[in-house]
């Protein structure tokens, strides 16, 4: 029996039983209207924790620390987070600072610093503050409802915060899982991506929850792109608390399906919320890929598509240029018979076997219009499927870009 | 004894002995002062012929008869080129016309179709113009003094042609290498690129003559990145007559290391250019990381860091954002100790010992400035080196690429 999974009307990390969070503004980042640049989680219970982070060679401390604390035989109560400065390449000073943090945030909470994780967002070369660290840490007040604030703390160039939360009832039971996180340039993860942080009051195995968020990530934040850049900080936790008071959750059950399910859901969401707000963006674009031989195939393909710098340009110029469709997927150098191949904008047909049909040129550069552009590629020479999301490329990424610290 | 390698002035692919070679407008692009839409390269002698091509999972099938084409046991006469249409994702049409192109070539120098090759590039998922090739093809003279109308034949989105010639002496025998590119868009080679054809008068062994393009193809073209596209219709070709008279090229001799150092700087220097003609580039980035455990790590890490947006962007607006660079370094997942990387901007050290130095930022600002920038990282766990050639990415790309078939 499939258990039916429930959006949480205004959802966020703070909707699982048990979590509180925070925000403030220390001043890290340059000031503005509800601007924070420090968050905090927390849990009374302690959490299981599953993580994944960048595969860069370069990567922050705060990733090394979190590393080293993230386990199936570890237990966690708190994540702090700073955005403004990415506390990366700053020699070992890095990691002095990103053990203090956990230290400030440990007293504070009353909890072990152990059981505290760190993530820092934002500008690589520069030492963290540590004097705002230790002022204005102290002042975070968490709550059950705070969960808006940590979303807004974590936030760097994006134009807005990234939330969720779905349930599932097991048993009368109500189970939540909730997320949020923050995006926008050096964006084209590996194994994880930026940071996002997901929690559950869900009592889950943690070899179970680890499995669930691996499988999680690579259809989700391993699928999108902004600009084919890793970043050195990309994180992304999934902490469960247990306090819905459900059975253990550990696979092999209706419960644990629909887990999967509402992790999968949250960080899918999570994930298209990245692709649309990427730097400059006008709009996502959505690549799906049917019928490639395997699945691997399949998310490589869509995802090529999704970060190829001419398929964003056509796009954003609406530009029905499927030729370039045609390039980006066949430079992921997945095996396909070209002779196959249909296209599709928003459900119009361009393509047919390989080759280009009539169609109104009109309605295809209407749908290109849209806030969301759908590209589908059908390489019919299998029955495996593959999604990834991307966004266009415009001017205004460059001239952002262009002039990012000086 | 290390042979001399002279530059030939005005040199190009007719500069070796026994190549003619010349240029028409056909129409197939759109008109233009001096613009050519048809070039053709000739040799009287038989040319022993190397290849590379791409390796997209979608090419053009003048790539696919080329390559039948191409191999230690063929020889070759000529090559046909237009521009303008690239005769990739049209279905069967496609090879039918690419042969006829090279029925229509044999015919009108007294060669064999089969000893003619043909390339194409331009717009994807249009039928070649065939009546165009069938009027314009037979008026092509081709003469010895023709190579610069075949560099403007072969020519798409770029701003200028891209030539070369290079000369070595063996026992009084002078040995010319010529070479012509284009490229400009859809620029990110693997194992070739876009178009580039190189001749010799050398009497060259054809394994030899594989071996040597395969080689400095992998250190000029395919460390290039323009918008880490890659196109459907990447060639390069080699073809060596013998006209100079010389003995016979094959390895393990002074004249054979002169040759491979020749076809290494012809190659290069294309490819050079290529890069520093990226649409909408003002400048062109070079990016040497040395000290890197092995050439091939060096090799990985240089062409991350030319590919990518941030850096791009980054030398766009002479930022000297060095997290960038050490970022782009980092994705390549080479390993490498981040307390031991130094960074040069125009040889002013930004970075030692992974952390930011004192420098004056007035001086790197400048140096960003200039038509060239080179970075350099010292990785310092290694021996290896590595180069790698880009451009910056302006508004101009995505003006360009957001109206270029519509």
């Given at each position: 029996m499939?258990?039916?999974?429930?959006s949480?009307?205004?959802?966020t990390?703070?909707?699982p039983?048990?979590f509180?969070a925070?925000?403030?503004?220390?001043?890290?980042?340059t000031?503005?209207?509800?601007?924070k640049?420090?968050?905090?989680?927390?849990?009374e219970?302690?959490?299981?924790?599953?993580?994944?982070f960048?595969?860069?060679?370069?990567?922050?401390p705060?990733?090394?620390?979190?590393?080293?604390?993230?386990?199936?035989?570890?237990?966690?109560?708190?994540?702090?987070v700073?955005?403004?400065?990415?506390?990366t390449?700053?020699?070992?000073?890095?990691m002095?600072?990103?053990k203090?943090?956990?230290?400030i945030?440990?007293?504070?909470?009353?909890?072990?610093?152990?059981?505290t994780?760190?993530?820092?967002t934002?500008?690589?070369?520069?030492?963290?503050p540590?004097?705002?660290?230790?002022?204005?840490?102290?002042?975070?007040?968490?709550?059950?409802?705070?969960?808006?604030?940590f979303?807004?703390?974590?936030?760097?160039?994006d134009?807005?915060?990234?939330?969720?939360?779905?349930?599932f009832?097991?048993d009368?039971?109500?189970?939540t899982?909730?997320?949020?996180?923050?995006?926008?340039?050096?964006?084209?993860?590996?194994m994880?991506?930026?940071l996002?942080?997901?929690t559950?009051?869900?009592d889950?195995?943690?070899?179970?929850?680890?499995?669930?968020?691996?499988?999680?990530?690579?259809?989700?934040?391993?699928?999108i792109?902004?600009?084919?850049?890793?970043s050195?900080?990309?994180?992304?936790?999934?902490?469960?608390?247990?306090?819905?008071?459900?059975?253990?959750?550990?696979?092999?059950?209706?419960?644990?399906?629909?887990?999967v399910?509402?992790?999968?859901?949250?960080?899918?969401?999570l994930?298209?919320?990245?692709?649309r707000d990427g730097?400059?963006a006008?709009?996502?674009i959505?690549?799906t890929?049917?019928g490639?031989?395997?699945?691997?195939?399949?998310?490589?393909?869509?995802?090529?598509?999704a970060?190829?710098?001419?398929?964003?340009?056509?796009?954003?110029?609406?530009?029905?240029?499927?030729?370039?469709?045609?390039?980006?997927?066949?430079?992921?150098?997945?095996?396909?018979?070209?002779s196959?191949?249909?296209?599709?904008?928003n459900?119009?047909q361009?393509?047919?076997?390989?080759?280009?049909?009539?169609?109104?040129?009109?309605?295809?550069?209407s749908?290109l219009a849209?806030?969301?552009?759908?590209?589908?590629v059908d390489?019919n020479?299998?029955?495996e499927t593959?999604?990834?999301?991307?966004?266009?490329?415009t001017?205004?990424?460059?001239?952002?870009?262009?002039?990012?610290t000086?």
């Amino acid at each position: 029996m499939t258990l039916p999974i429930a959006s949480v009307p205004n959802g966020t990390i703070t909707s699982p039983k048990g979590f509180s969070a925070g925000g403030i503004f220390a001043g890290i980042k340059t000031p503005g209207v509800d601007k924070k640049d420090i968050g905090l989680l927390y849990s009374e219970q302690a959490c299981a924790i599953a993580g994944t982070f960048s595969q860069n060679s370069i990567i922050s401390p705060t990733v090394t620390l979190d590393r080293q604390r993230v386990g199936t035989d570890k237990k966690i109560h708190a994540v702090v987070v700073n955005s403004g400065c990415a506390n990366t390449a700053v020699g070992d000073q890095g990691m002095i600072d990103a053990k203090e943090m956990t230290d400030i945030t440990g007293a504070h909470l009353g909890v072990a610093s152990e059981k505290t994780l760190v993530s820092s967002t934002g500008v690589i070369g520069v030492e963290i503050p540590m004097a705002l660290m230790r002022e204005f840490i102290p002042q975070i007040e968490v709550s059950a409802d705070g969960g808006g604030e940590f979303a807004k703390a974590i936030l760097t160039t994006d134009k807005r915060t990234k939330e969720i939360a779905v349930s599932f009832d097991v048993d009368d039971v109500t189970h939540t899982v909730g997320g949020v996180s923050k995006g926008s340039g050096m964006i084209h993860p590996n194994m994880a991506t930026m940071l996002a942080y997901v929690t559950t009051d869900a009592d889950v195995d943690p070899a179970f929850l680890q499995e669930t968020l691996s499988e999680s990530v690579k259809l989700s934040f391993n699928q999108i792109d902004v600009d084919g850049d890793q970043s050195t900080n990309d994180t992304v936790l999934l902490m469960a608390n247990g306090a819905a008071g459900g059975p253990v959750i550990s696979g092999g059950n209706d419960a644990s399906t629909a887990f999967v399910e509402a992790v999968r859901k949250v960080t899918q969401y999570l994930a298209i919320e990245i692709a649309r707000d990427g730097e400059g963006a006008t709009k996502l674009i959505e690549v799906t890929v049917n019928g490639a031989h395997s699945a691997d195939d399949a998310l490589s393909a869509s995802r090529s598509c999704a970060a190829s710098m001419l398929v964003k340009t056509a796009v954003y110029g609406r530009d029905p240029n499927w030729g370039r469709i045609f390039m980006a997927v066949g430079k992921s150098q997945i095996p396909l018979d070209e002779s196959k191949i249909d296209c599709f904008v928003n459900d119009i047909q361009i393509v047919h076997a390989g080759k280009a049909i009539s169609y109104n040129v009109q309605s295809v550069v209407s749908a290109l219009a849209g806030d969301e552009v759908r590209l589908r590629v059908d390489l019919n020479v299998g029955d495996e499927t593959g999604v990834a999301w991307g966004c266009d490329l415009t001017e205004e990424y460059v001239v952002f870009n262009s002039a990012y610290t000086t």
